[in-house]
């Protein structure tokens, strides 16, 4: 029987390859797309707030985030305040390619989805929250 862990991890693996190939013809990878989405959600939104959002670490978001700038989907400012924080605002370029980026996730979302009735995709998110919180706890307490 397989563990819930090594569920997760291949569902995972799945949708980053789907999203890979999806967002290829916008010259983005998987990564790029969930970057220009949260940073489009949120114009302003700081390098440390966006590393909280999408959990990953701070020298793979600022390398990230540089790439994005250098190939013009981004742009990162000083904050006025505290000229340490960088803030990050979407350019036109991502904001064209953000339906698409959309798109893509909706899709991804649709089809692990199939199949199960509205009830059973509320169990499902409810059981899976309950999940990520106990492993939010389990890696902050350990």
């Known amino acids: ?16 390859a789907y999203r890979d190939k999806a967002l290829a013809p916008l010259g983005l990878c998987s990564r790029q797309g969930m970057y220009i989405r949260e940073i489009c959600a949120a114009p302003g939104i700081s390098q440390e707030q966006l590393t909280r959002i999408i959990r990953i670490n701070k020298s793979n978001v600022a390398r990230q985030v540089a790439a ?12 006025g305040k505290d000229k340490r924080v960088m803030r990050l605002y979407p350019t036109q370029k991502a904001l064209e390619i953000l339906p698409g980026i959309m798109e893509v996730m909706g899709q991804w979302e649709a089809s692990l989805l199939d199949g199960l009735d509205s009830r059973e995709q509320e169990i499902l998110r409810e059981t899976l929250s309950r999940v990520l919180e106990n492993a939010r706890r389990f890696t902050e307490e350990g």
């Open 1 to 16: 029987m397989e563990t819930v862990s090594g569920l997760l991890k291949e569902i995972s693996r799945f949708g980053r």
């Open 68 to 79: 994005m700038e250098e190939e013009g989907y981004i742009e990162r400012r000083c904050c």
